[in-house]
């Protein structure tokens, strides 16, 4: 299932500054970032479900935001990118350095 992840943290203190990490991090461990604040996650529902309550423990709620958009497991009809930053393909090859 395909999921894009974005979010908004509020980096008016110390704590929100934390906060935009720590989240920022978590989306890396599991999706490919694709615009600054901006990820993608072809994951199963299990995984999603365990990613996107520990993206809601880090947040504050009455400051920041994040939003899920579902594009299901027919995402590729539904993604159409245009300009810098070569895409990717999140079913191809995955190479490690």
Same mark, same amino acid.
């Given at each position: 299932?395909?999921?894009? &992840?974005?979010?908004?943290?509020? !980096? #008016?203190?110390?704590?929100?500054? !934390?906060? =935009?990490?720590?989240? #920022?991090? $978590?989306?890396?461990?599991? #999706?490919?970032?694709?615009?600054?604040?901006?990820? @993608?996650?072809?994951?199963?529902?299990? !995984?999603?479900?365990?990613?996107?309550?520990?993206? =809601?423990?880090?947040?504050?709620? @009455?400051?920041?935001? =994040?939003?899920?958009?579902? =594009?299901?497991?027919?995402?590729?009809?539904?993604? @159409?990118?245009?300009? #810098?930053?070569?895409?990717?393909?999140? $079913?191809?090859?995955?190479? &490690?350095?």
């Amino acid at each position: 299932m395909m999921v894009i &992840i974005s979010y908004d943290v509020s !980096t #008016a203190d110390k704590a929100g500054s !934390t906060r =935009l990490r720590k989240i #920022a991090k $978590e989306c890396q461990n599991h #999706a490919q970032r694709v615009q600054n604040s901006v990820f @993608e996650a072809d994951l199963d529902y299990s !995984t999603f479900l365990k990613l996107k309550d520990r993206l =809601l423990k880090l947040m504050d709620k @009455e400051k920041d935001s =994040l939003r899920f958009y579902y =594009l299901g497991n027919n995402w590729k009809r539904r993604v @159409e990118h245009v300009g #810098a930053k070569k895409s990717y393909d999140p $079913e191809g090859v995955l190479i &490690i350095n």
